[in-house]
């Protein structure tokens, strides 16, 4: 299963990091601002996703960008009061759909760190 998520030109991907990173900075780290990275995380572990436009300012997944929008993934929402990162009561093909998108992303972006205090990985 996990090579049906493969990207199709290879990625190098940067060892994965551990470092705490808050909420406050997670938010701060949408897109909007040019000095600073665009991070989506996904069950508390934070994705670079930089380099893909469709998490800037003008993107369709721009929604995600600095959050946790672990729950809208999991139920292929785009819509924004989805956008948080419990998913512990969704159903298991739910779940399933998450993990899948945590795989996904895993294949395509650095790991730059966790959300502090978070308790959904």
């Not at 199709?8 to 909420?23: G, H, S, W």
């Not at 997944?61 to 600095?66: L, P």
């Amino acid at each position: 299963m996990a090579e049906r998520f493969k990207p199709k030109v290879p990625v190098q991907l940067d060892p994965p990091k551990d470092d705490p990173i808050t909420v406050e900075e997670l938010e701060k780290c949408d897109g909007t601002d040019p000095n600073r990275p665009t991070w989506v995380a996904i069950k508390g572990i934070v994705f670079d996703v930089s380099q893909n436009s469709a998490y800037g300012p003008a993107g369709s997944y721009r929604v995600f960008a600095g959050k946790d929008p672990s729950r809208a993934l999991a139920c292929s929402s785009l819509n924004p009061k989805d956008c948080r990162p419990d998913w512990y009561d969704l159903e298991d093909k739910e779940k399933t759909v998450l993990d899948e998108w945590f795989t996904f992303f895993s294949n395509r972006y650095n790991i730059v760190g966790k959300v502090k205090d978070a308790t959904n990985y």
